[in-house]
């Protein structure tokens, strides 16, 4: 009888270890936020795959809960990282200002300056600028 693909896969997983729980616990609330997150993102997604392939009306009262829970587990990883949501669309806003200066165009897409546009994430001084340390690696 062969291996099955379980066996070997399952040997490839970090394990389980106090270190690590050690690690998990100040995690457990960004970690929440973040599968919340992917799950209202999902549920966003399905309302327009109704609309596209199905040909269904979108329920504009349940999409925009579905942004409000979005917006609420943006907030909880927000606060676990020591920023605020104003905070960060004012950094996106500068960050889009330095790659697009005028507009948007297909040519400044196509070559973005990456270490420019980092370090203007970097040195924006917003309205709640805070670093903290989340631990682990980067």
Known sequence: MSESYEQPAAQAEAPITPELLLRLTPEA???HAIIGLTTEVGELAD???RRIFYGREIDLVNAREEIGD????????????GTT???EQARNIAKLRARYP????????ESRDLPAEREVLAEYSGPDQRQIEMGGEG
């Open 102 to 109: 005028e507009r948007y165009t297909d040519e400044l897409s």
């Open 85 to 87: 949501i104003p905070a």
């Open 47 to 49: 309302i327009w795959k």
């Open 29 to 31: 609330r960004a970690l």
């Open 70 to 81: 979005v917006l609420w587990y943006l907030a909880i990883l927000c606060d676990c990282v």
